[in-house]
């Protein structure tokens, strides 16, 4: 069995959760209370050097993390991983990019409003701005000519965009003109399996 | 033919650079110089909406832009690349985590000293210097392990972490004490095909 490590608030660790759920897994779930450091002690320094959640370790009992990664390894020779080389090679773009230019802006923004006091982040929230309101013209611009992001279907790249973009309000990031962004997430929530950021498994 | 869309000093750049070489690809190269504005042109954002360099345009004239991504659809099938699926999922845990827990603080650090006026930046560097030193600290620790970051072999997540970690030192970050990292910079100048930095083909 799969065991994740996660923070319930997490849009990284709702990644994994949504895909483990659309791909029928029954999973052991470990929350770690980030905000109270709980990611940073030497037992959880063990499976991740790196300090962060989600980490998910295999019923072998190797540990794997990077959201992004996870969706890989799990989706890979499934229909949520296309075959296809190109198309892999989009989907694995649209991965790095999220990481890159969508979560240090809108994930991170979210944190600071939402999990923080955001007084004491007003001007990091005002530096992240621009690059929040570049990244949702690109979501908006590439899905005002297809339904999902790569290979015309849903696959990890919706999955890893969905989960803070879902959320992009929580971060003073209104969804309001961006009709294209909307039509899609509405999309995302109609496919079979889906649950929400706050359905959490049984701990 | 593959084209590489690229400009000299970036490190993202010289990962695809050093990648098809390693492979033997002959290829076209055109340089865009990002501090005068040319990857924000209407024909640049064509090809890649995004605005960055390295993008890669395969002989059939599809664009992929995100250097990880380039380098993994290059890899994919060659000893550059993992077969198996465990080793996979750790050379992109790896290269996500370049992108999010290292690039945007040794290459970024690196960018302002030694392509900008580092004074314009003073506060933002003193701000990314602790991510970049964790960042060396985690590479430094695993290399006291394992001779390359996966499979106990150069692949492509040696590459990713290469490019910015060997010039770290533009950015401000001395690899004096970090002895392990030292010992795989030069493993990895060991390696057959080889290019520097500043070994650019013809344009």
Redesign the interface.
């Known amino acids: 069995m799969y065991h994740l490590h996660d923070f319930a608030s997490s849009g990284n660790g709702y990644k994994v959760r949504l895909l483990l759920t659309q791909l029928g897994h029954v999973y052991r779930y470990t929350q770690h209370n980030l905000l109270a450091g709980a990611t940073h002690t030497r037992d959880f320094l063990e499976i991740n050097?790196?300090g962060k959640i989600p980490v998910l370790i295999?019923p072998e009992g190797?540990a794997?993390?990077?959201?992004?990664?996870?969706l890989?390894?799990l989706a890979?020779g499934t229909a949520f991983m296309p075959d296809d080389?190109?198309e892999?090679?989009?989907t694995?773009?649209w991965?790095?990019?999220e990481?890159?230019?969508h979560?240090?802006f809108i994930a991170t923004s979210r944190f600071w409003m939402h999990l923080c006091d955001p007084t004491d982040f007003r001007d990091k929230l005002a530096d992240r701005r621009p690059g929040g309101l570049?990244a949702l013209k690109?979501m908006d611009?590439?899905l005002s000519r297809a339904a999902f992001f790569v290979a015309d279907r849903y696959t990890i790249a919706d999955i890893a965009l969905y989960a803070y973009t879902h959320v992009a309000g929580e971060g003073g990031f209104s969804l309001d003109d961006y009709p294209n962004i909307e039509n899609w997430l509405q999309r995302v929530r109609q496919q079979q399996g889906h649950i929400t950021i706050n359905d959490l498994p049984k701990s």
């Open positions: 050097p790196n295999t190797k794997l993390s990077e959201s992004n990664a996870i890989c390894f890979e080389s190109w892999r090679a989009q694995l773009q991965l790095f990019w990481q890159y230019s979560e240090p570049k690109i611009d590439h």
